[in-house]
């Protein structure tokens, strides 16, 4: 459970979540670490769905002005989507509302990734950015209806609707 927080808060933080969602998040995290403590695993579990429904409400990736997508094999771009209605349109297709936190799909075959990225945000001082974009996130999609959403070093695995899971197919 604290994993599934910490990665949601970096998600938040990499990809501008605002400050008061980031505390929330935390907030969730202490409830969900008392929760496991207890050893309440259907708790945790909705603990787990509730911020994942917060990462919804709060369309946190419709700021990436990228995605880039992977083959499976290679780490070879064959698709990159960067109109920002298709950007949008492909974040509501995700149904992030649906998501249901899973174990690590150790060995479930990798149909494809995602690469979610970016321009850095404006700073003080700075009237515009270089205009490079860099890697918030990657999406990685497993055959049996799996994803994995990694940020960094940490991951949130977790299953997904059928219908989410056709639809991310037919990019690869």
């Known amino acids: 459970m604290k994993v599934i927080i910490c990665t949601l808060a970096m998600v938040m933080l990499l990809l501008g979540g605002c400050q008061s969602t980031v505390t929330t998040v935390l907030e969730m995290s202490t409830a969900g670490q008392e929760t496991a403590a207890a050893g ?3 708790a945790t579990t909705e603990e787990a769905t509730t911020v994942l429904e917060t990462m919804e ?3 946190i990736l419709t700021k990436a002005q990228e995605i880039a997508i992977l083959a499976p094999d ?3 771009t064959t698709q990159t989507i960067t109109d920002r209605e298709e950007i949008t349109a492909f ?3 995700l149904d992030l509302g649906q998501w249901v936190p899973a174990q690590q799909a150790s060995d479930a ?3 494809g990734t995602f690469v979610f ?3 850095d945000s404006i700073k003080m001082g700075q009237s515009a950015t270089d205009g490079t974009l860099h890697e918030v996130c990657r999406l990685v999609l497993y055959e049996d209806s799996q994803v994995d959403l990694i940020v960094g070093p940490l991951s949130l695995p977790s299953e997904i609707p059928a219908e989410t899971a056709a639809y991310l197919r037919e990019f690869f």
Do not use: F, L, R, W
């Open 57 to 59: 409400d709060m369309d």
């Open 40 to 42: 309440d695993e259907a």
């Open 74 to 76: 290679t780490a070879e």
């Open 117 to 119: 990225s970016q321009e």
């Open 109 to 111: 075959k990798v149909v």
């Open 91 to 93: 974040i509501t297709s």
